[in-house]
């Protein structure tokens, strides 16, 4: 599967065969929908918690006595009858929503995704991302680069562009666009994470740790060259 790769300053410098095993794998959509659940259900925080008659404050003495008053009976305000008392089967904290995702689905999960973006021209393959500076600027002029790999959409397009505008272009500019990009790398993450984290709508990740939800909430992916071999023997390796 011969795939085009850029460098930083947005050019195609040459093609590579991606593993078609990995980028170019019958998509399934009910594994992958399957899978997300099953994430978000294990992100899920179990924070709802309701108190029983056993758990709730008060209501050691009898309210009245047992016989002879003409009300109905009772023994405690504790009660879930009273204002004030336990809940009847009310949220628990100890309610466990987490779901076995098997090492199989997951990968045939990620497979889907990443076999998807390829063949949208959503995967961007970048030769190498090395920064002259840790900065948010070096950082946005290599995505500022590849605006148009990326299909960027201005957030304001006017049929009119004025000369300054036109001038303006030419700058480092990123918020004008709508930013959904996912950067995997397996080197110099901690620094690229610092230089990108101020940019709204951008997410730097290891190639480690991609995951199903990360896929689908970011429209567009890149990938360094060098990361490659990474992913095929992380994700290969039991296949």
């Known amino acids: 599967m011969s795939y085009p790769v850029y460098n930083q300053s947005g050019e195609v410098i040459k ?16 594994l992958v929908h399957q899978i997300a659940v099953a994430q978000m259900a294990n992100k899920r925080q179990n924070l709802a918690h309701t108190k029983t008659k056993d758990e709730v404050r008060g209501g050691g003495k009898k ?5 002879g008053t003409g009300r ?17 089967f009310g949220p628990r904290n100890d309610r466990d929503f987490t779901q076995k995702i098997n090492k199989k689905m997951k990968r045939g999960a990620i497979f889907s995704c990443l076999s998807d973006k390829a063949a949208d ?26 605006k148009n790999a990326l299909s960027l959409k201005n957030k304001k397009i006017s049929e009119k562009t ?30 690229l994470s610092r230089a990108g984290r ?38 290969l390796k039991n296949n």
Do not use: C, M
């Not at 309210?63 to 016989?67: H, L, V, Y």
């Not at 109905?72 to 009847?88: D, E, F, N």
């Open 121 to 146: 021209k959503n995967l961007i393959i970048l030769e190498n991302f090395n920064l002259p500076e840790i900065k948010t600027k070096e950082f946005g002029k290599i995505i500022f680069n590849l």
């Open 72 to 88: 109905a009976r009772h023994g405690s305000t504790r009660s879930p009858l009273w204002k004030g008392g336990g809940v009847t």
């Open 198 to 235: 101020n940019i709204p709508g951008i997410k730097i990740t290891n190639v480690n740790s991609l995951n199903v939800l990360d896929l689908l909430r970011y429209k567009n992916l890149i990938l360094t060259e060098e990361s490659l071999p990474t992913i095929e023997k992380i994700y």
């Open 15 to 30: 093609e590579i065969n991606l593993n078609p095993s990995i980028f170019a794998a019958k998509i399934n959509e009910a």
């Open 63 to 67: 309210p009245w006595r047992q016989k």
């Open 162 to 191: 004025s000369e300054k505008s036109q001038k303006k272009e030419k700058n480092v500019d990123l918020k004008k666009y709508s930013l959904s990009l996912l950067v995997a790398s397996d080197k110099k993450i901690a620094d």
